[in-house]
């Protein structure tokens, strides 16, 4: 998730178990030959490590006795990254890199966990270099041909090791791409080449603040502040090229694969036939985009229609837009109603609405002064939500609904009911929103539904499912339809994730009981991500809504294994059909998305 800090800034410019048996056993049976690798802490240096060639064994098929001598396994190559020659950095440089760590030791040193880079970035937190296409190995099962295309995930993966205060936020976006053909498939890493990156990579070092964790206290934002506009100043950065990070998550819309971080424009990539990534610039849909639009569009599949919005410290505080299936983006609705800054970085749409949360999460000077983050929850903020027309040219008939006690990052998803005159939002609520930005171990999501009565105004709302369940995901044939299933990541505590939950939603209309129905824990010691659902069979509209897949990253901390899991979302384990072993360790990241290869061609 790009920092809403990022936002306001850019406006100012130990025996692991198995996951392959339906009793969750995991890596089990694929124990790596090689060493164990288990990263318990990154070392704070100015410029990145460069990267090593590595090579990868086959498992065997029948685990050998340790008193037995393994049998010799094929290798396979890994292409290497170039290397690049270190950079003489310029005086400039070296003026402004010592006054930044003056400011990191003395006035805003690293002091809380949620900012110290030794904690937000030890284990699978930590940063990978860059990996050019490598094939992977299928350790189980095969792969679907439905699965022809790739999934591409995004997340934090910081350039340079930071010096002083980070959050998980911060990172550099790095796009971890597994493109599927014919059975077989190839893993490639890549950043997404934004101006940021681009100038530090040049520079050879930091240019830009990490603006989440590097404005918290009147002394520390004065002091980066002021180095940030004297680098601005003498050339180093244009602020008006954007800061933002591209790290939260995907969008295929417009003809055209996006990049997306909500601190600043798109950025434009595609994957080449052998599998790289490819960066192909910032996009601003002919000038008519300004500054920022969310990393959560609502894709209508129907129409291909594409539903997005911004928002920022200035008013208005939220502007509504959408973009036509040929990429043209129509006029922004500026929503005044929204009276005050909010953290709002989801929304949803229905067939007649799209809804907008008001969270107590917001902007916050006071803190700011007093040596807080000016980023906080304000616990007097009474939640509300924003209902207005989807196809709205003004916010004349916006309507807002006080919902007390509903705070929410992500929406799942919402329909209409009545003929229009009732709106149905399924969405994870953060009971303990005080702790969203800084423990996030302590933050418990509970999956709910919400039911607006558009005439009388009368708000209803119940839970599913009690467990911690966020990052939910559908079969993306139902944007804004109703829908029965749900597929999502188990905090157990966040952000580290346990096993994927599947909920029927239907089941709680009925009886109101916990309506979880298949569950698979990655088992211990072992991490995964934000799953996704790719249908087997997408242009069939007969197809029932579960007749598919989850994919999912995993991590097994005990081995430093990575691997793409493949499970049958129709099972009642979410039984793993096939498992395809990573070349490299795929760090834990944000939001992901599977392009059809029909797809990835138009592009």
Known sequence: MDAFSSTFLSTLSQHPKSLLSP??????????????????????EERPQTTTTTTRTKPQENPTPSSQKPTPKRE????????????????????????????????????????DPRYVL?????PVDELPPTECEVVKGSLPSCLNGAYIRNGPNPQYLPRGPYHLFDGDGMLHSIRISQGKATLCSRYVKTYKYTIEREAGSPIIPNVFSGFNGLSASVARGAITAARAIVGQF???????LANTSLGLFGGKLFALGESDLPYTVKIAPDGDI?????????????MSMTAHPK??????????????PMPPFLSYFRVEPNGTKTPDVPIFSMTRPSFLHDFAITKKYAIFSDI??????????????????DSGKIPRLGVIPRYAKDESEMKWFDVPGFNIIHAINAWDEDGGDTIVLVAPNILSVEHTLERMDMVHACVEKVKIDLKTGMVSRHPVSTRNLDFGVINPANVGKKNKYVYAAIGDPMPKITGIAKLDVSVAEVDRRDCIVACRLFGEGCFGGEPFFVAKNPDDPSADEDDGYVVSYVHNEKTGESNFLVMDAKSPNLDIVAAVKLPQRVPYGFHGLFVRESDLNKL
């Open 23 to 44: 009793n969750n056993n995991y890596s089990s049976n694929y124990t790596s030959s090689s060493p164990t690798l288990k990263i318990c802490n990154v070392r704070i």
């Open 76 to 115: 396979l190559p890994i292409k290497p990254t170039p290397s690049r020659k270190p950079l003489e950095p310029s005086l400039p440089s070296v003026i402004f890199n010592a006054f930044d760590d003056f400011v990191n030791t003395f006035i805003d040193p690293p002091l809380r966990s949620s900012v």
């Open 122 to 126: 030890s284990s699978n937190f930590a």
């Open 238 to 244: 244009n602020p008006t090229n954007g800061i933002g």
């Open 278 to 290: 490819i960066t192909l610039g910032r996009h601003d849909f002919d000038g008519k985009l300004f």
């Open 299 to 312: 894709i209508d599949s129907e129409t291909n229609e594409a539903f997005a919005f911004r928002y920022g």
């Open 360 to 377: 107590q999460i917001g902007m916050n000077p006071i803190e700011l002064i007093t040596g807080g983050s000016p980023v906080g929850a």
